[in-house]
């Protein structure tokens, strides 16, 4: 069982940062992929951006140029830093781990509220 837990959510300004912290209850240095995730009322879980434990990323085209997803082996941590913030990425973000093992493993944190105002 991995545990995440997010900080780093609230109010932001349209064209500000955020930065959002996710540290795992595990060591993260052999997790796949670990994620972001966001969802706003009556829509489904987007990908925002993952990192794969070699480090490969990947990004929703809506993130890329501004967002970036670095991770620190060393505090099991994963961050989501967040630049030129628009209104449109005001959501519910969720950290996200994936491991593949006999089936695939799938843990959730709780979400954290990021709103960007105009």
């Known amino acids: 069982q991995v545990q995440l837990l997010e900080s780093g959510g609230g109010l932001a300004q349209a064209g500000g940062s955020l930065r959002l912290s996710c540290v795992a209850s595990?060591?993260?240095?052999?997790?796949?992929?670990m994620g972001w995730y966001r969802q706003v009322p009556g829509k489904h879980r987007e990908l925002v951006a993952a990192i794969s434990s070699a480090g490969n990323t990947n990004y929703a085209d809506s993130v890329k140029g501004r967002f970036v997803i670095p991770k620190d082996n060393a505090k099991n941590t994963v961050y989501l830093q967040m630049n030129s913030l628009n209104v449109e990425d005001t959501a519910v973000y969720y950290c996200?781990?994936?491991?593949?093992?006999?089936?695939?493993?799938?843990?959730w944190g709780q979400g954290t509220q990021v709103t960007v105002s105009s």
């Open positions: 996200n781990v994936k491991q593949y093992g006999s089936r695939l493993y799938d843990y």
């Open positions: 595990v060591s993260i240095f052999r997790i796949n992929t």
